[in-house]
């Protein structure tokens, strides 16, 4: 609201926002967001009534789905599990010798 018509934009031209700095603990936008505004309609337009922008969070511990730093990740439970089987293959051979 209060986004004046401009008269230095042809009909049909749209405005548009782009984020430079994202709130703390979200993504930025990539992409400018266009929006038109019709003369007077600042008059006209509720605040229910424009438009959407979904804000997204930024991720976690772990890196995106098929992200090159999953691979550290992978690595990390295989060298786990392989010390897991490796300690109860030494633990059943221990019994044995018993």
């Given at each position: 609201?209060?986004?004046?018509y401009?008269?230095e934009?042809?009909?049909?031209?749209?405005?548009?926002?782009k984020e430079?700095?994202?709130p703390?603990g979200?993504?930025?936008?990539?992409?400018p967001v266009l929006?038109?505004?019709?003369?007077d309609?600042?008059?006209?337009?509720?605040?229910?009534?424009?438009?959407?922008?979904?804000?997204?969070?930024?991720?976690?511990f772990?890196?995106?789905?098929?992200g090159?730093?999953?691979?550290l990740?992978?690595?990390?439970g295989v060298?786990?599990?392989?010390?897991?089987?490796?300690a109860m293959?030494?633990?059943r051979n221990?019994?044995?010798?018993?």
């Amino acid at each position: 609201a209060g986004l004046k018509y401009s008269t230095e934009l042809e009909a049909g031209e749209s405005y548009a926002v782009k984020e430079v700095k994202a709130p703390t603990g979200y993504d930025l936008l990539k992409d400018p967001v266009l929006f038109t505004v019709a003369k007077d309609s600042y008059k006209t337009v509720q605040a229910a009534d424009g438009q959407k922008i979904s804000n997204t969070k930024k991720g976690g511990f772990l890196p995106s789905t098929g992200g090159m730093g999953i691979v550290l990740f992978i690595a990390a439970g295989v060298v786990v599990m392989a010390g897991a089987a490796g300690a109860m293959i030494a633990r059943r051979n221990r019994r044995e010798n018993i």
